[in-house]
């Protein structure tokens, strides 16, 4: 049985879990991957949660998990507005991944989530990873997109009941998210050379990310 440890991420984790992070991802959702360089630039902005900022860590002191989480935006059709959460890259290392390092990761950083009074969390991913996380259907809570859309991959967990209200909410993501193709290509160049390739889990993500829910 694999022992490990949920605590904060440190400076000195820093690049560790980018490099984490590129392995995790490299090759999964496209040829490469640009999630290690959003890691990088998400512990800079506002939005930022650092109290959310997890990694887990073996007990020889390898970093083999990390999730981070950003602040989001929810309004109603009235403009009233409730800060919420969004998380996202979430890392394990390809050497750890299906031994329950992802959900530890998930539930400590829930618990805080509460205990920091968040209401809610938005995310986007493939539903199969986070139904039996408390994940549902963007549709179920009547969340949208600004363009009134309901994504297939826009999902919702309820950390305060009563949240949503019964009312129509519409989600707006932090700009932390945001950052040119071209930076994410330069930073990856710091790191060892991979080889990029497809892989049937870059269709699968196709399909999600361009799906809404229409019913």
Partial sequence: ????????????????VELLTRLAF??????????HYLVHILR???DFVQELDF???????????NVMYTKAKLADANGIQIEILTFGP???HPDYQRMGIGKALLEKSFAKAIELGYPAIVIFGNPNNYMSRGFKSCKKYNVSLKDGTFPTAMLVKELKQGTFDGKRWFYYESPAYEYEVSDAEKFDRQFEPMKKEFRQSQE????????????
Avoid: C, Q
């Fill in 1 to 16: 049985m694999l022992n490990f440890m949920i605590r904060n991420e440190r400076i000195s984790d820093f690049r560790k």
């Fill in 26 to 35: 490299w090759n999964v959702h496209v040829p490469g991957a640009d999630e």
């Fill in 44 to 46: 800079e902005h506002k």
């Fill in 55 to 65: 990694v887990a860590e073996t007990d020889d002191g390898k970093i083999i998990g």
């Fill in 90 to 92: 979430i890392s394990v």
């Fill in 204 to 215: 699968e993500f196709y399909i999600y990310s361009h799906s809404i829910i229409r019913y």
